[in-house]
């Protein structure tokens, strides 16, 4: 009885065992190490790392391990892990235009300075489940692509088609607020927005992405373009009084060129959506492009109709750490609150009772009451 | 690379991190009641597992403090073990299960029966600190309902609730009028619990780490639950008493005994329980001596 409370501490401990005893399955199986999902579950270590916010595939996959493939409790891991690291500044904002890209696709030009490069995609592939896997020989291209690769999007701008990406000339990127160390306030800008829709959950921005192609907050978006590759990372040391390179981070960007707005004073011009996500996450940068174009509603004076519009709505829900943990409170003991309740409903009920009693006393004609009530 | 790549600071948050929420715990103190926005970290255990509480023990505890930890009043239910042990690893401070031992309290869902003191210091964790967020889910609206004092939306479903039940329908979350300026959530305690609050010897904080909002009341602060002239605030009470330690006017939990439906109720706080049983068995075995 009263027993069932206690214990705590031992629960816990067996618990822990437990888990641990399950992770390694049976007792012969030999243990995945984590060079293994490093390698060969790239997509989901990126998963992780752009979700915990952390790029670093090392600890993605010993989290991935730890947390015996739950992909919330390895990002939630990793954000723990994160959040207790010292921060030393700004990096300089990375040139995905110099990125050489291992894959750029256009949905908008046939034929784009760069070329299309299909790259590793899933795209095209027979999805038919194989036995075993093989993996074929890789072609070496026979010319080294050496062809800049502007953005499709910077194509566009320069005969003013596409809204400009930054306001005006002379204007400088202000330092961008950072969300995880600055308390956010609603209404965010589109900085602010940009850093919680990258580390968003993959599954919440596609459906929301999905839903404003259903007509709840229809923006006309095409693919300007898609890519995925690595970019130098640099950090401006005022010591040495320059940008030194830091190291190599891989990144999928997604440039959406959606419905196009004008004014009398303005001519008509497209509107972007932008998404930028660690590592191969082409799903992920295409609805956060689309959800951040949605977003941007008040820039062009649009009716809010559908949820992923709220920002509030969008914002506050899209952290799958926040989340999953406010969900899964609800295992956690609510005896206090739940006697609460059950005290006032008895004691509701008790009254409704002496009310009826008191009702059906008199013989009033309990048929007509109820009629009344209803 | 040489030595170990993961290593953690005494604490476990960094010292900038922990003067962030001193800072919002300071302005929190300076304006009672009134919820202070901060950029809550990650800690090791999930959102809404009282990761504001433990954001805000962190910045406070001491190694010369003692550290109780409660859930549903209890120190020995799941969670409560959890946190504890984990300040138990990470900081340097010893803990306690005895109320007036400590100097720091973490609690879910109680304000101990015990009455506190002016060295201690209540940090509740906060699930939803926004009190209005049930009548206006936006974030933007309801600031500004704080700013204008404008708690007619409160007062409405406290009036509907009377004209629908007889009653006020809200048995824990209890809002309260802080300091005659802030309507405030006291965080899911029962409305047993709210009086408790008012003109406290103690500090109480409190940490929503999800929501991302830090908000305190000083010591001796007036806390007022809200009600009306005609139909003022009525605590829950119990009519038995605890079937352990006899002990009347504390709030009870219902536990099945058998599979017919049995119950029986027994204190909520472990640490009174077992205080007063001591003490009675200590008395009566006085009597028979004597």
């Known amino acids: 009885m009263y027993v069932a409370v206690k214990g705590g501490e031992k629960a816990i401990a067996n618990a822990h065992a437990l888990l641990a005893k399950r992770g390694q399955g049976s007792a012969d199986a030999p243990r995945i190490d984590y060079p293994q999902v490093q390698n060969q579950m790239g997509v989901l270590v990126s998963r992780v790392m752009a979700e915990g916010s952390l790029y670093d595939p090392e600890l993605a ?5 730890q947390s015996q493939g739950d992909v919330l409790e390895a990002v939630t891991l990793l954000r723990s892990y994160r959040t207790t690291l010292p921060r030393f500044g700004i990096t300089v904002a990375v040139d995905t235009v110099g990125l050489p890209a291992e894959r750029r696709v256009s949905a908008t030009f046939k034929d784009i300075p760069g070329g299309q490069q299909l790259g590793a995609t899933f795209d095209y592939t027979h999805r038919l489940l194989a036995e075993e896997l093989e993996t074929p020989e890789v072609a070496t291209s026979d010319a080294q692509v050496d062809e800049p690769m502007p953005r499709v999007t910077d194509l566009l701008g320069a005969d003013a088609l596409i809204e400009r990406d930054r306001p005006e000339e002379g204007w400088t990127d202000p330092d961008p607020s950072d969300l995880t160390r600055e308390p956010t306030v609603f209404p965010m800008s589109r900085a602010e927005r940009l850093q919680a829709l990258s580390r968003g959950d993959e ?31 640099e950090f401006f040391a005022p010591e040495l009084g320059h940008a030194i390179p830091i190291g190599r981070i891989e990144l999928t960007e997604c440039q959406m060129v959606n419905q196009f707005v004008g004014s009398a004073e303005q001519a008509p011009q497209f ?27 008040q820039e062009f004076g649009e009716r809010i109709v559908s949820p992923a519009q709220d920002e509030e709505f969008v914002i506050a829900h899209s952290d799958n750490v926040e989340a999953a943990g406010f969900v899964e409170h609800l295992k956690l003991p609510h005896y206090v609150d739940f006697q609460a309740e059950l005290g006032l409903i008895r004691s509701l009920r008790r009254e409704f009772q002496s009310r009826q009693n008191s009702a059906e006393a008199p013989s009033a004609s309990t048929d007509t009451r109820i009629e009344e009530n209803a | 690379m040489s030595g170990p790549r993961i290593v953690y600071n005494e604490g476990y948050l960094d010292e900038l991190t922990k003067r962030v929420v001193r800072r919002a ?60 042990a984990f300040f138990e690893k990470v900081a340097g401070a010893s803990s306690t299960t005895r109320t007036y031992e400590a100097t720091i309290i973490q609690t879910r869902h109680r304000i101990p029966e015990t009455p506190l003191a002016e060295n201690q210091i209540v940090v509740y964790q906060v699930p939803i600190p926004e009190p209005l967020r ?30 629908r039940y007889g009653h006020i329908a809200k048995t824990y979350d209890y809002p309260v009028l802080v300091n005659n300026r802030y ?7 029962p409305s047993f619990d709210n009086p408790k609050m008012h003109q406290s010897s103690a500090l109480q904080l409190f940490g929503a780490g999800r929501e991302k909002r830090i908000y305190a009341i000083p010591p001796y ?70």
Not at chain 2, 183 to 189: K, L
Not at chain 2, 246 to 256: A, H, Q, R, T
Request: aromatic share 8%; glycine share 10%.
């Open chain 1, 271 to 297: 509107t972007r959506g932008y998404g930028l996500v660690f590592g191969r996450a082409e799903r992920k940068a295409m609805s956060m492009s689309l959800v951040d174009r949605t977003l941007r509603h």
């Open chain 2, 134 to 163: 049930f009548l206006e889910p936006r974030e933007t609206e309801t600031r500004r309902l704080h700013a204008l004092e404008e708690y007619g939306l409160m007062y409405v479903k406290l009036y509907e609730d009377i004209a």
């Open chain 2, 183 to 189: 309507v405030m959530a006291p965080s899911p305690i």
């Open chain 2, 25 to 84: 715990l300071l302005k929190g103190v300076a304006i009672p009641g009134f919820q202070v926005p901060f950029a809550s970290r990650e800690v090791p255990m999930p959102r809404g597992w009282g990761t504001g509480g433990v954001q805000v023990t962190a910045s406070v505890i001491g190694p010369l403090d003692t550290l109780k930890v409660i859930d549903q009043g209890a120190d020995d239910t799941t969670n409560a073990v959890s946190i504890r």
């Open chain 2, 221 to 290: 602060t007036d806390v007022e639950s809200l009600g009306f002239d005609d139909f003022p605030f009525e605590p829950q009470r119990f009519e038995q008493p605890c079937e352990i330690c006899e002990s009347i006017e504390v709030y009870l939990d219902e536990v099945f005994i058998d599979d017919q439906g049995g119950v029986m109720f027994v204190c909520s706080d472990t640490d009174h329980c077992e205080r007063t049983l001591t003490a009675r068995d200590h008395d009566r075995i006085t009597e028979v001596n004597a």
């Open chain 1, 61 to 65: 996959a010993k989290a991935l391990l």
């Open chain 1, 203 to 233: 599954g919440f921005l596609l459906s929301l992405g999905y839903s404003t192609q259903r007509g709840f907050g229809n923006n006309h978006p095409f693919a300007g373009e898609v890519r995925v590759g690595e970019v130098e990372v």
